[in-house]
Every structure is written in C-alpha cells, then in structure tokens.
DNA sequence: CCCTAATTGATTGTATACAAATTTATACCG
DNA sequence: CGGTATAAATTTGTATACAATCAATTAGGG
C-alpha cells in the first residue's frame, strides 16, 4: 500500500475531503492517474480503498463516484458511533491496565494544558491528543479485532469529516466527559463507562449538528 | 466487480470458508491466478475485497495472510452485531409501513412452514429467508447508508462462517423471536424491538458458542 | 563455529498494452 | 421533427511486462 497507491489514496482523499470533487460526480481513473503522477493501477487500487471508507461508491464498468450524505445519514453515524465506542469502553473498564489508566490521566492533563494554551494550533493538538485517549480506550478493551473494526469505522468519510473545530471551551467541556470516563474506568464500572462514552460521541454529534447545520439546507 | 475479478473473489472466498487454507498462511497471487485461471490483476483486487471482509489481511509488499478468529472476538462480533441490528430494529419500530410489516408477517409464516417440513433443503431455504426477514428490518429502518455500513459487516468472515446449522427445533425457536420482533414493531415500541433483537442475535451466539466449541480448544 | 554482509531468488508493486463494456454521437426510419 | 438503431469514441476491466522490495542462501570475517 506504499509508494504510488498511496500516494494516489492521500492525494484523491485531500481533494475529496477539499470539496474539489462534488457529490454525485464521477471521478475518471484518467484524469486522477494524469494529476496524481502515477498509473491507473494505483489510482483504482485508492479508489477501492475510498470505496471502501465510503468516500465513493464504485458501480461496475461505470466507475467511482462521490458519495453524498445527508443530514440523518451523518446523525446515524453519530449513533452507531457512540454504541461502538461505548461497547469499548465498557470492556475497558472490566479489564484496563493501571499504566493505561496512567496514561488515559496524562492524556486528559495534556488536553487541559493545550485548552488553557489557546493557540492556533489548539485545535489540532487537541485532535491528536483526543484520539490517542480514545485509542487508548481500545487498547484498553482488550479486543483487538474488534478495535480493528471500530478504529476503521471511525477512520470513514463522515466522522473524518465531522472532525468539529472545538472552542477552548468545547476543549474543556469534551474533557471534562474524558474526567468522568475514566473515574468510571477506575471503579471498574462497566456500565458506567458505557453511558458516559456513548453521551460523549452523542453530544459531540449534537454539537456538529448545530455548529454546521444551524439551517435547513 | 464482475467478469475475472469476481470470478476470483468467489473463488478463494469459497476456498477461505471450506478451510483449504490454514489460518495464519500465505495466499500467493501467482498461485491464486492459476488456480483461479484469471490474471494477477483480478486476483490483487479480488483479495483487496477479501480484505475488507476480515477474511485476510494484506501486508505492504509482504502479501495476504489468512486471518485467524479467537473465540472471544466471534463472540466481540455477536456483541458488535447485535448493537447494530438492535439499532435497526429500533428505527423500524417507528418507521416500517403497512407493507413492510406484511412481508415480514409472510416471512415469518414462510419460515414456520420449512420448519414444519424438513427435509434436507430446509437449513438452506432458512439461511434465505432469515436473511430476507433481516434485510426487510434494514429497509424498513429507512437508513439507507447505516443500512448498507451493517449489511457490509454481516458479509464479513466471522458473520459468514457462523451461519449456523439450525435443527428444526432452532428454527421455530429463532423464529419465535421473530414473531416477538414483529409484535414490538406494529406496536411501534422501538426500544421493545431494539432488546429483542439484541437478544435475538446474541442468544445465536450462545447458540454458536456452544454448539461449534463444546471444549476448550 | 557463529555472526554479519552481500548476492540470488522469489514475490509484490507499478506501468503499459489490449479487450470489453458503456456512453455519446450520428444516421436512418417512421 | 422525434425516436430508434447503429457506429464511433471514451472509459473501465484484464493481461502482461518490468521495477522494486523482501526473504533466503551463501560467502566472508571474527
């Protein structure tokens, strides 16, 4: 997967995630091969992938075309995102290590230090760090096929997109959620946890909701 | 997806479920190609998909593996399995129409009937129509994207492979719980309809559990 | 004798050429 | 003028040839 096909695969997923290719459009192996400086075998093989995290939608013999999502759809992505995550942390919590315990506290401390920093990198620091907590999370789960699959899921079209651009108090306020988390990790209560995440994914879905979607479009 | 490269996805896919390949091995394209009578290209694209699938998994430059399944992450996938078509089941409680409700009246009834027959084609006619009933729940959940994410999953190598043998008995049991489901639905009680499928699905687990692994292995 | 390094062999990755299918354009008929 | 059928052009699908990478083996040095 290195070399040309990736390179063909960040490129295509850049533009997509750009807006430069709209919904619905289909997108020709020629043109791609041509900007993207490599053969069509691996643009086809990048296309499949983007299939793949539903970037595009490939119907055979016609080609790749952009995906559109809709409202609902990115809403029910959100849902099925908060079960799969809460799955995780409930598992977390019945079998989590204290040196991830440890480390989910550093990561929480780190986000409260990059919060109060402020910044124009905030965001971004806030990012990575956000996502080392919650694949903190699957290691946890002691599930490692199952993270596979979640960490996959959360790797697609709509969550990537949706990745907000949290205020300082936003920062605070997502972490706070990390807080009782993970005091809920360390009580060992499974159910607990479950909830929590499941709120902390819901809420965040709201809040995209209202951020990107204060209007009937 | 059609012609040589379907040609070699269904290939090695039914070669992957009959066990010809031990779990963990190697699958060469230069062999696959040969034994698939179709060009390497095809074969590549073919174990792209199987991929995707969880049925192998690709290394950069090192080639495909056959992936290896842990009693505990099937019994991950049922859990994981039965959180997602809970959520179906519970939008299909407040969406299905009069007509989705009385096809899956008919697949029940169908169902019921092969039960009551036997034969030998009866585990077959099951596999169909169960899925028929599942899929009429997807639709009438009217999610189309989430529709197609879980439909993606249940393809997967773990869902495939634990398509259990039902006896008689299995199915009208299974299908009782069918009948429960329907019952939750025309009442439009979703979160009635989301338990039931849960435990609809993980009960098939337990069901699996038992039956394919009595010992520990 | 063991460990390291280079060379050989084999396998995957990429490019290009060709085949098949679809879309578009054009000519013909009603 | 509209519709259909045919034909050309474009695009995807497949096969093959070549390049790059990795595994194994062998040669060399300690």
């Not at 020629?30 to 993207?36: A, M, T």
């Not at 809460?86 to 506290?105: P, V």
């Not at 108090?169 to 479950?194: C, F, P, T, W």
Request: aromatic share 6%.
């Amino acid at each position: 997967m290195s070399g040309a096909s990736e390179k063909a695969y960040v490129s295509i997923r850049n533009r997509l995630l750009g807006g430069e290719f709209p919904a619905g459009s289909r997108l020709s192996e020629s043109e791609l091969s041509e900007s993207c400086g490599v053969s069509r075998t691996p643009v086809r093989e990048a296309l499949r992938r983007l299939a793949q995290e539903y970037f595009v939608r490939i119907e055979p013999n016609r080609g790749a075309f952009v995906i559109d999502w809709s409202r609902d759809d990115i809403m029910d992505m959100f849902e099925m995102r908060s079960m799969m995550e809460g799955l995780t942390a409930r598992k977390a919590a019945e079998r989590a290590s204290m040196a991830q315990i440890d480390l989910m506290k550093a990561i929480i401390k780190r986000i409260d230090d990059v919060a109060e920093g402020g910044g124009p990198e905030m965001r971004d620091s806030f990012l990575t760090l956000n996502r080392q907590f919650h694949d903190t999370i699957f290691e946890a789960s002691g599930s490692p096929k199952l993270t596979e699959i979640i960490s996959r899921f959360v790797e697609q079209a709509v969550i990537v997109r949706t990745a907000a651009q949290y205020s300082a108090y936003d920062i605070v306020r997502s972490n706070q959620q990390h807080k009782e988390l993970l005091s809920a990790i360390e009580k060992r209560n499974g159910m607990l946890a479950e909830i929590i995440m499941r709120s902390h994914i819901l809420t965040a879905g709201e809040r995209y909701h209202n951020n990107y979607m204060p209007n009937e479009a």
